[in-house]
């Protein structure tokens, strides 16, 4: 779920440098998102929290609260040795990730 004016409230108003931080976002999200799940098809807890947290802290900027709290469960989950969680979190996370980026897109193909 995008939320668009919590984005907006983040840059303090400031459009034009959302829509910057988003373009950007759409490469570097799936980005992430894979290298988590790499990280953790290899059972490596330490990258997948580094790469979870960057994941939660790009979701906030990017208004997409439902990404950045399943980030921080992974977040949490990979900090706790909780693989086998982290690695069910990350489905649902990847899912997510993907209706975020699509959402992006949308919201940079309207007028400004």
């Excluded at 992974?74 to 979190?89: H, M, V, Y």
């Amino acid at each position: 779920m995008f939320v668009p004016d919590v984005m907006l409230r983040n840059f303090s108003g400031h459009r034009s440098i959302a829509v910057a931080m988003l373009e950007s976002l759409l490469t570097d999200m799936p980005e992430r998102v894979e290298a988590l799940a790499a990280a953790l098809a290899v059972g490596d807890l330490g990258t997948g929290q580094r790469e979870a947290h960057t994941i939660k802290g790009l979701g906030g900027n990017g208004g997409a609260p439902v990404l950045r709290d399943l980030a921080m469960q992974t977040e949490d989950c990979c900090r706790g040795g909780r693989i086998d969680e982290a690695r069910q979190k990350l489905a649902l996370l990847r899912a997510e990730a993907e209706h975020v980026v699509a959402e992006w897109r949308a919201y940079l193909s309207q007028p400004g």
